[in-house]
């Protein structure tokens, strides 16, 4: 299983119609375009007993873990989450220094809540062969929190800076 990182920067931009700062990013000088519709996001955050994860964040910890599945689509009927995303989620590590994040990424079969929450109250031998390299971060923590919203995607010309804007969080 390949594992993919991406390097993120978030920005509070505080616009009061969100549709004017999508406006300003496709006319943008360096050529964004929209790189998928509109579409719905659902993660599953995992926490260990003593919410380490939550209150390294509500503490401003500089230095956090944050671990979700991540999938796209309706949250239940996996026959049309199927269709949508080839029946699979995203196991990520969010992990934070200063303002800059990094997010290894390991994709995994589900297609949808039911699975992913059925799959990682298995055994832990079962749960590491289902969710490859990074599922042993899994191991001590339990489901903690599921937030889903809308989001629009926009990548540059040479496909290098992306911005998404989200929605209905």
Not at 52 to 71: A, I
Not at 112 to 131: C, N, Y
Request: positive net charge; charged residues 30%.
């Amino acid at each position: 299983r390949m594992i993919d990182v991406r390097i993120e920067r978030k920005f509070d931009t505080r616009v009061h119609d969100p549709r004017d700062a999508e406006l300003r990013v496709l006319t943008h000088a360096q050529g964004f375009r929209e790189i998928f519709a509109r579409r719905s996001v659902h993660s599953l955050y995992f926490d260990t007993e003593d919410t380490t994860s939550y209150r390294d964040h509500v503490s401003g910890n500089d230095r956090r873990l944050k671990l979700r599945f991540r999938w796209y689509g309706p949250l239940y009927q996996p026959a049309l989450n199927a269709l949508a995303t080839a029946g699979r989620a995203t196991l990520e590590i969010k992990s934070r220094a200063g303002r800059t994040m990094t997010k290894p990424s390991s994709t995994v079969l589900a297609h949808d809540l039911a699975e992913i929450q059925a799959k990682v109250s298995g055994r832990a031998t079962s749960l590491l062969d289902w969710a490859g390299p990074l599922g042993v971060h899994l191991i001590g923590t339990r489901p903690a929190c599921l937030v889903s919203y809308a989001r629009s995607y926009f990548e540059d010309a040479d496909s290098r800076l992306r911005v998404t804007f989200d929605y209905e969080i």
